[in-house]
């Protein structure tokens, strides 16, 4: 491995780093309801939202990866709906920056704004993601799955009513 290939990863990893955050403070003011919505069934508990986010990749991305194998049109869809996946997942990897930020902010009993948590948060889970192996393969799919999970309980209108 040369010189060009280690400039090639740092500068991939730097990236990464820099975008995560800015795309869930993005989703945070964008999709500001369904966040919080998402951060209060996380802060409820973390075993819920990880089963539902299994049964919901289990149930979604399986028969999206037989349609994408199917080619032609049936390719156009499933790669749709393994879109709609990652807007699911990634809003709710934005609620969990956001109940992270609120944990580390009470742990430094200041009170912050939601926008803050997310940005705290976020920064956190940046770096969380960026070690090797732990970063890429545990932390970052559980907290997809969960976020998964999250904003699909967070759809419901029982939790409307209860936040």
């Not at 993005?26 to 966040?35: E, F, H």
């Not at 075993?47 to 299994?54: A, D, N, S, Y």
Request: charged share 10%.
């Amino acid at each position: 491995m040369g010189i060009g290939d280690s400039i090639t990863i740092v500068g991939c990893l730097a990236g990464t780093m820099l975008a995560l955050p800015a795309l869930l403070v993005a989703l945070s003011l964008l999709m500001n309801r369904a966040t919080s919505r998402a951060a209060h069934c996380l802060q409820q508990g973390i075993t819920r939202p990880l089963l539902v986010g299994v049964i919901a990749v289990i149930v979604i991305a399986l028969p999206a990866s037989l349609l994408i194998s199917m080619g032609s049109i049936f390719q156009l869809m499933g790669v749709l709906i393994y879109l709609f996946l990652l807007t699911w997942g990634f809003t709710g990897m934005a609620a969990f920056a956001r109940m992270l930020g609120g944990r580390l902010g009470l742990m430094a009993d200041e009170p912050r704004s939601s926008m803050t948590e997310t940005l705290v948060g976020a920064s956190v889970l940046s770096f969380a993601v960026a070690f090797p192996l732990v970063g890429w393969l545990v932390i970052l799919p559980l907290s997809f799955v969960m976020g998964i999970g999250a904003t699909l309980i967070g759809r419901k209108p029982a939790v409307e009513a209860a936040a």
